[in-house]
T-cell receptor, first 116, second 114 residues
Framework: KAGVTQTPRYLIKTRGQQVTLSCSPISGHRSVSWYQQTPGQGLQFLFEYFSETQRNKGNFPGRFSGRQFSNSRSEMNVSTLELGDSALYLC???????????????FGSGTQLSVL | AQSVTQPDIHITVSEGASLELRCNYSYGATPYLFWYVQSPGQGLQLLLKYFSGDTLVQGIKGFEAEFKRSQSSFNLRKPSVHWSDAAEYFCAVGAAEYGNKLVFGAGTILRVKS
């Protein structure tokens, strides 16, 4: 079974631009979560999608948004990029029949976003 | 609110020596606790998890962790470290009533010297 696939692997953008990151979960997984990882703030939860619906959201501004498609693939979008948005964005999938607290999360390798 | 503290930013151990990585959490009820490992340029891999029951949990790669409610701790241990264990280790806490999100500690970078 293929793992969680995130594209692109690296991305360089300038301030004010917008960016879209993609995540393909493990086949059969219906839940996709996104996390931001930075040296200063560590790993922070962005949001979780299940069956095309956002189920939970972290404390990020509205510039951060996401969506999930019927095939469970997910995208996250960041508009009006700021320097502080430079980070590794990790996607994680799980089956979704239980909760994240009793189901194993599988992480992708992430998209490294650099904002110049 | 949940929080996780990993007091050690860096730890260096000799190959073959024992290892203990510390994790303290803050949460009102019984939390669900996890340890993840991240190698450079990679995502996170689950080492072990604690939900309930036996407070000593066995994981992959020879790791174990012990849940101590009285100390609000969930320390990770390994009796003999291998050079391939060099990585960053994250402790995390979750609870269904917080919407299934995980709260991570800041991480501990493990260096292994030969």
């Amino acid at each position: 079974k293929a793992g969680v696939t995130q594209t692109p692997r690296y991305l360089i953008k300038t301030r004010g631009q917008q960016v879209t990151l993609s995540c393909s979960p493990i086949s059969g997984h219906r839940s996709v979560s996104w996390y931001q990882q930075t040296p200063g703030q560590g790993l922070q939860f962005l949001f979780e999608y299940f069956s095309e619906t956002q189920r939970n959201k972290g404390n990020f501004p509205g510039r951060f948004s996401g969506r999930q498609f019927s095939n469970s693939r997910s995208e996250m979008n960041v508009s009006t990029l700021e320097l502080g948005d430079s980070a590794l964005y990790l996607c994680a999938s799980r089956a979704g029949t239980g909760t994240a607290t009793n189901e194993k999360l599988f992480f992708g390798s992430g998209t490294q976003l650099s904002v110049l | 609110a949940q929080s996780v503290t990993q007091p050690d930013i860096h730890i260096t151990v000799s190959e073959g020596a024992s290892l203990e990585l510390r994790c303290n959490y803050s949460y009102g009820a019984t939390p669900y606790l996890f340890w993840y490992v991240q190698s450079p340029g990679q995502g996170l891999q689950l080492l072990l998890k604690y939900f309930s029951g036996d407070t000593l949990v066995q994981g992959i790669k020879g790791f174990e962790a012990e849940f101590k409610r009285s100390q609000s701790s969930f320390n990770l241990r390994k009796p003999s470290v291998h050079w391939s264990d060099a990585a960053e280790y994250f402790c995390a806490v979750g609870a269904a009533e917080y919407g299934n999100k995980l709260v991570f500690g800041a991480g501990t970078i493990l260096r292994v010297k030969s």
